[in-house]
Structure formats: C-alpha cells, structure tokens
C-alpha cells in the first residue's frame, strides 16, 4: 500500500521510500525526565505510535528508537540557564539520579497504561556520553568547533552552509532572540553549545571527565550520538513535536551531516501541539500542567484520551477541555457498547475474508495517506453501523482495528459485558444520584467528591446519553 506522510523537509506530503526494503528505522527524541510527563507530551507519543502501527500493518519491520533525556536539557534550548534535570532534583529535594529514574518509572507507566508498543531501544543520554564525545571530536577535526572560556565547546553554525534548512531560517534571522538572551562570545547568534564545562567551584551531580575538560554534552548532540549508534549512519524517519524542528533538529542537521553525508535523514515529522483553552503549549516548564493521573483520578479511561488524540490530525494544534475529553469519552464507550452487543450475539455467521478484505485495505489506505485518524475513526463507525456485514466479519475487523489504532475495543467490550452483569446495591446508586443532582446544578466539587466515594467503594460512575451508570470495579 502506497504511504504518504507530510516531511518538514520538503514541506511536501511525499510517499514514503525505505532506505532498505521491508525496513524502517525510526527515531523519537523522548521525553526529558525532570518532571510528569503531561498530556501534551503524551499527544506526540500517540501519534509516533500511530505512524509506527500503521507501518507494521503495512508490513515493514521497524526499529523504533527513543531516547530518554536526562542530562544536558538547559531550561533556554539556546543553552544557556539552568539544567532542567539539576532544577527538578533541588525541586524535589531528590539526586538527579533519583528523579530520572522516579520520572521514567512514571513516564513508562503512562506509555503502557496508553497501549503504546514499546520502542526496541529506549537509549538514556547517560548511558552514551563517550559516543557523544566522539562524535565532538569529529566534529572538531573537521573544524566545525570552537571553545569560549569558562563556558564550552560551540558549534560554528557559520560552516555549514545548509544551516536552517529543516525550516527555512537563517543564520542571522530568524533567531535574533537568542542574541539577547545569550551572551555575546558566541561567534553567531544560532551556535549551540557541545560540550559544557562544569561551573567553576562547583560540583554538578552529573559531570564526566572530556578532552576540553569536565563537563556535560549539549542536549542536543545526544540524539545525534544514540540514533548513529542504533540505527546506523542514515535512517528513515526522524520525529518529535513541533517545538524541536527549529532548533534541536536543524541543529542535530548541522553535526551529522558534515560527518555521514546528507541527507541524514529521509523523514522529518513533528507532531503539532496541545494547547490549552487560552491557546497555549501544554509546557513542564510552567508548572501547570496536565498527567494522566489527573484524568485517570476524574475516572476517564486512558483510552478515551488517546481516542481523542486520533479525532485530530498531527499537523493541526489540538485544544484541550474537558468537555472534549468527556465527548471523546463517551464516542469511545458508544463503540465499545455496540461492539460489546456483537460480542454478545449468538449467531455471528463466518468470516467473510472478500468483505474483511474492502474494509482492511479502506481503513489501512486512510491511514497510510499522511495518517489520517480521524477519517479512519469514521470508517470504523461505518463498520459498526452497516448491516451488510456480519458479526463475525466485524469482530475481525476489530480484531484489526485494536491493532492499527491501539485503542483496545476488544478488551474494553470484553469488560463491559463483563461487569454490565452486576446491579450496584441501592446505598452506591443513591451516592450516584446525588452526583447527578450535583452535576446539574454544577456543584462540581461536591459530584468529584460523590464520585470519589463510589470510587472508593468499588464501583465507577460513567456518564452515558441514557443518565449515570455503575460499572463493578474488576
Ligand atoms: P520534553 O519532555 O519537553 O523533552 O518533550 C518530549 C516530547 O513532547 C517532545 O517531542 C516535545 O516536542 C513534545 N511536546 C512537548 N510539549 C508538547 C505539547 N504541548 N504538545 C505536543 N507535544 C509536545
Ligand atoms: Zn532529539
């Protein structure tokens, strides 16, 4: 099947050639562990899981590569400011070590909890920071560096000529700003820090003995180093959200071309952002921000999140509310409801593989076409609606569905029929009622508390078309 995905490169929607038949080598610059991984985060690695499910439907076996950041991440992606990783330690009173590992516990948790295939190597930048220094050396062989005292090892942005060109800046244009912000011995404004030395008279908790000095490699020389080393000098794809293509990709652009040939990477694909109701980015560095635990304590499933991830496309910003997620929610349970009813049927009939087959390929050719979600979402209601195909023929379609989208129907119909069986005791169903009355005279507050007693209970309270409704816990 033909495969088309928008390249920030080309700014084209071209069809996708693998550098190697039946291959697919596939990079996600990962999340930097100083802090939750929020909703905004979570979007991008919903659609990476997206692009990477849709590939392996199409048969090509990928190897998916994303690095965990914890170390080099300033909280100015022009280098300059503090180590994000050193200021989430002094905020949680924690080593730098100890929050790495207390936030990628927390960030795996989520990415299993929202079924996304783990990658094949989930590399940590402290693991590679002799092949980051390597890579500096060569850099500085060919004459791409030089140093400023008491500060690092710079990059000259000014040798390489296709400086910018993921998105169209220039060298002295489009990022003025970081003059300001910087201080003035760098030799151009767009420079960017490779090595960086320790401050003097203090001792950082990450720091590693270098040729210039002790020190800690730029962020943004890590996923250069991580994706060479596992997925070869070249490779096909190259993702992250759209706030690292003008900076951290042109800049990982601008170390490894000089040293494998360009282009380094075939791909380019960023993942547009979440934003909030005011119009801005979903940011850790806020403060304010949203986890999935935040959705998971308000009783929504993860699963709604994600299907509401799909109702819009990758390049277009999505705003978050909780009425969209509540909408998205009850989409997703009206699906999982009527594919629970054709789990229930006594006479589903047998496979059809010719109908199986229009709709695999309608549904798999929507979403190899720049990964369309949305309009493969409303095939799937297609599906679910037509009475032109039987209930065994849709069952394996769905079968289908689960793994393309990921959204785990089956299971959550499997459950539904499950727990629809018991009758909650008439104390929770009043708790329940009250909530609704709550809700409808927007007491908020005390229907989150009603729906935190019944919870603790052991029952969960949904809001369905037809009124609330108890499901048993499992
Ligand atoms: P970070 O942990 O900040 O390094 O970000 C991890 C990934 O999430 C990167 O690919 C970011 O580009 C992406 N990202 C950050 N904020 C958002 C957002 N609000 N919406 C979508 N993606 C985001
Ligand atoms: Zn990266």
Not at 143 to 171: H, M, N, V
Not at 380 to 393: C, P, R
């Amino acid at each position: 099947m033909t495969i088309k995905l928008f390249n920030t490169m080309s700014r084209k929607i071209e069809e996708f050639k693998p550098l190697e038949p039946g291959k697919v080598g596939f990079y996600v610059c990962g999340p930097t562990v100083y802090h939750y991984t929020h909703i905004g985060n979570l979007r991008s690695f919903i659609q990476n899981d997206i692009l990477k499910r849709m590939l392996i439907e199409n048969g090509y076996e990928v190897t998916h590569v994303m690095n965990i950041t914890d170390v080099g991440h300033l909280t100015s992606d022009a280098d300059s400011g503090e180590d994000k990783m050193e200021k989430g330690a002094a905020r949680d009173n924690k080593s730098v070590f100890e929050v790495a590992k207390f936030y990628t516990d927390a960030f795996i948790k989520d990415f299993n909890d929202l079924n996304l295939i783990s990658p094949t190597h989930m590399p940590k930048a402290t693991d590679y920071i002799q092949e980051q220094i390597d890579l500096i050396q060569q850099l500085e062989a060919r004459g791409y560096t030089y140093k400023i005292e008491d500060d690092g090892i710079y990059y000259d942005t000014s040798k390489f000529p296709g400086y910018g060109k993921l998105t169209g800046g220039s060298l002295s244009g489009d990022r003025a700003g970081a003059r300001v912000e910087f201080n003035n011995k760098k030799r151009n404004p767009t420079d960017f820090a490779l090595w960086k030395f320790s401050p003097k008279n203090e001792k950082r908790q990450m720091e590693w003995d270098s040729p210039w000095g002790v020190g800690f490699p730029g962020w943004h020389t890590e996923c250069c180093a991580m994706s060479m080393k596992l997925l070869g000098k070249h490779f096909d794809i190259h993702s992250g959200g759209e706030d690292l293509s003008r900076i951290h990709h042109n800049n990982e652009i601008a170390q490894s071309e000089p040293l494998v040939g360009a282009p380094w990477v075939n791909y380019w694909l960023h993942i547009s952002f979440l934003i909030d109701k005011s119009g801005e980015k979903m940011s850790k560095s806020k403060g304010e921000f949203l986890g999935m635990d935040a959705l998971r304590s308000r009783g929504f499933d993860s699963m709604a999140y994600r299907y509401l991830v799909l109702l819009s496309h990758f390049q277009a910003q999505l705003a978050f509310s909780w009425e969209g997620l509540e909408a998205a929610s009850n989409g997703y349970k009206n699906i999982v409801k009527k594919l629970a009813l054709l789990l229930n049927e006594t006479d589903k009939g047998n496979v059809d593989r010719g109908v199986y087959d229009e709709w695999h390929d309608k549904m798999l050719s929507t979403l190899s076409d720049n990964m369309k979600t949305a309009e493969t979402l409303v095939i799937v209601q297609d599906l679910l609606k037509t009475s032109e195909v039987n209930a065994a023929t849709k069952i394996a379609l769905f079968e289908f569905v689960d793994r393309l989208l990921g959204l785990q129907f089956i299971d959550r119909a499997q459950k539904f029929n499950a727990l629809e069986a018991e009758t909650a005791p008439t104390e929770i169903q009043s708790l329940a009622d009250a909530r609704t009355k709550a809700k409808s005279e927007k007491n908020w507050a005390l229907a989150d508390e009603l729906r935190a007693k019944i919870d603790a209970a052991g029952w969960l309270v949904t809001d369905t078309k037809d009124g609330s409704k108890l499901i048993k816990k499992s």
